[in-house]
């Protein structure tokens, strides 16, 4: 191990904070931005940020040995506060003619946590003010399973808050009311793994209800629906950890539902403390330390600032290779019981009963209110999109929360990755979307293979819809599924738009609108 310590600072947003790291935590110092009204002034952070530089950084190092290296985040964040800290940082890399390093916020909050609580492989809910996104490790890189396709789950919370005149951060002040109220419903909005809150706080500020039951319905819907996507994540993946991460991951109720969640799959969730939690220069300092200590590190003239910095542009290279890959299938499903992220389904002979599970981290109402439409939108389009020419089972019976019907029996897609089965794939999403169906959890998990043909099964979250928005989600829940856990993934996506365009005529205006959802910002 290389001997002196790193120092780390960050300041993307609103808390200045510097850190030394050398085998463990040396020192954490941070002084926040406190708005006078309102959110975030990015051009008044920046300033507070360069006025408590000196005091904020004198502090960290105060006690701290040998300084090797200078870490700074570097993206995703806000301009003006960005700069602020790199200027810092390359000033201080300079005068201590040191190594300056580079670091993405959103690894760097991963990377904190996975040292705080010793968990090794985990999916992870990273859920703050503007970021909100499941992740796992595959092949040097932490991809993106899912994610908020409008704001950040702490976003939503403090707009919300701005509308009532609660006080900056909004997140503590609404989990204090919502302990006193009683959930309202409000829209509760899941796409695969990806979700949306823009109209879940639509609909709060337009509620008449008592402040105190809002907020709780606040908070139950939006974090109820962070819990779902993550399960998804971990059903899919296979994996048995879940660490959450960022600010928002504070609030004890999210806490709870992700821990209940965990204890009724069999899985560990892993929270850090709390000082670990938020935007730190612990974080910065210690991956700063792990990219130096494998020779990772960036000369000051290539150090720009990057405010949409995603995290699986990050190669970690301080990870093996083979840990985080996601386990293959044994082939052709047998008979037996197999739990999936909402139901449990009991495969036949020549029959599959699938049955939704009352979810316990979910509020009861909410629960029965999402099994209730989901089972029964599930057997109505799953008939119409056979119908339609998609292979899909045929409905015997359905009840309240139950659907049996006919077993199609083959391997998962996931099982059988070759570019032919995703051509197929992709012609039998073309037929699904010319009869007007969004699948809505469009993984490889849920479709079969059939010899050449390819069957969609689990039509929980399908809708009706003509929108070019709703096709172009549909596809980017499968390309963000392919690069979560294939390296081939980009072979993968091209096979597939080829069968996609042979059976849908506007197959272009939709990769076009997927495209854009791709490169929407998510640091608003």
């Given at each position: 191990m290389s001997q002196g310590h790193v120092l780390g600072i960050e300041g993307t947003a609103w808390n200045l904070s510097a850190s030394v790291f050398g085998d463990d935590l040396i020192t954490l110092h941070s002084h926040a931005y406190a708005p006078p009204q309102g959110g975030i002034h990015p051009r008044e952070a920046a300033q507070h940020h360069a006025q408590v530089m000196k005091d904020v950084v004198k502090r960290a190092l105060s006690g701290a040995g040998e300084i090797r290296g200078v870490a700074f985040s570097q993206g995703p964040g806000l301009g003006p506060c960005l700069r602020t800290t790199a200027t810092a940082a390359r000033a201080l890399a300079l005068a201590w003619n040191v190594p300056l390093v580079g670091v993405n916020h959103c690894v760097a909050h991963v990377e904190i946590g996975r040292f705080a609580t010793g968990c090794r492989d985990p999916i992870v809910l990273y859920a703050s003010g503007a970021n909100t996104q499941v992740l796992g490790f595959l092949s040097h890189r932490y991809r993106i399973f899912g994610e908020t396709l409008d704001i950040g789950i702490g976003n939503a919370l403090d707009k919300f808050a701005r509308y009532r005149n609660l006080p900056h951060p909004g997140g503590p002040k609404i989990e204090e009311l919502a302990r006193h109220g009683q959930p309202i419903d409000l829209p509760y909005t899941v796409k695969g793994m990806d979700l949306a809150f823009s109209g879940i706080v639509t609909a709060a500020r337009e509620s008449r209800a008592p402040l105190e039951d809002i907020c709780c319905g606040l908070q139950e819907t939006a974090f109820a629906m962070c819990v779902e996507v993550t399960e998804r994540a971990l059903a899919h993946a296979g994996k048995e950890e879940v660490l959450l991460v960022g600010g928002v991951g504070a609030n004890r109720r999210l806490q709870e539902m992700l821990a209940t969640m965990c204890r009724e799959r069999g899985a560990r969730f892993f929270v850090p403390e709390q000082r670990y939690l938020g935007d730190n220069g612990a974080m910065i300092a210690y991956t700063g330390k792990l990219m130096?200590?494998?020779?990772?590190?960036?000369?000051?003239?290539?150090?720009?600032?990057?405010?949409?910095?995603?995290?699986?542009?990050?190669?970690?290279?301080?990870?093996?290779?083979?840990?985080?890959?996601?386990?293959?299938?044994?082939?052709?499903?047998?008979?037996?019981?197999?739990?999936?992220?909402?139901?449990?389904?009991?495969?036949?002979?020549?029959?599959?009963?699938?049955?939704?599970?009352?979810?316990?981290?979910?509020?009861?109402?909410?629960?029965?209110?999402?099994?209730?439409?989901?089972?029964?939108?599930?057997?109505?389009?799953?008939?119409?999109?056979?119908?339609?020419?998609?292979?899909?089972?045929?409905?015997?019976?359905?009840?309240?929360?139950?659907?049996?019907?006919?077993?199609?029996?083959?391997?998962?897609?996931?099982?059988?990755?070759?570019?032919?089965?995703?051509?197929?794939?992709?012609?039998?999403?073309?037929?699904?979307?010319?009869?007007?169906?969004?699948?809505?959890?469009?993984?490889?998990?849920?479709?079969?293979?059939?010899?050449?043909?390819?069957?969609?099964?689990?039509?929980?979250?399908?809708?009706?819809?003509?929108?070019v928005e709703s096709r172009g989600v549909d596809l980017h829940v499968l390309f963000q599924t392919l690069r979560s856990t294939r390296a081939d993934h980009a072979l993968l996506r091209s096979a597939f738009l080829e069968g996609y365009r042979e059976n849908f005529p506007e197959a272009d205006q939709v990769l076009a609108r997927e495209q854009e959802i791709e490169k929407r910002g998510r640091y608003l």
């Open positions: 130096l200590d494998h020779g990772i590190s960036i000369p000051v003239g290539d150090s720009r600032i990057l405010p949409c910095y995603r995290a699986d542009e990050v190669e970690v290279t301080w990870r093996e290779p083979g840990e985080g890959i996601v386990p293959r299938g044994p082939g052709a499903r047998t008979t037996g019981t197999a739990r999936g992220a909402e139901a449990v389904v009991t495969l036949g002979e020549e029959r599959v009963e699938k049955r939704r599970l009352p979810k316990a981290y979910r509020v009861p109402p909410l629960d029965r209110r999402l099994i209730a439409e989901r089972t029964r939108a599930e057997a109505r389009l799953i008939a119409a999109a056979r119908k339609a020419g998609v292979p899909t089972p045929i409905i015997r019976e359905i009840t309240a929360d139950t659907i049996v019907m006919e077993r199609i029996a083959g391997p998962l897609l996931k099982e059988s990755m070759i570019p032919e089965h995703l051509r197929e794939a992709g012609r039998m999403v073309g037929c699904l979307h010319r009869a007007g169906i969004i699948h809505g959890d469009l993984t490889t998990s849920n479709m079969v293979v059939l010899g050449d043909r390819i069957a969609l099964i689990d039509f929980g979250l399908s809708v009706v819809s003509d929108e």
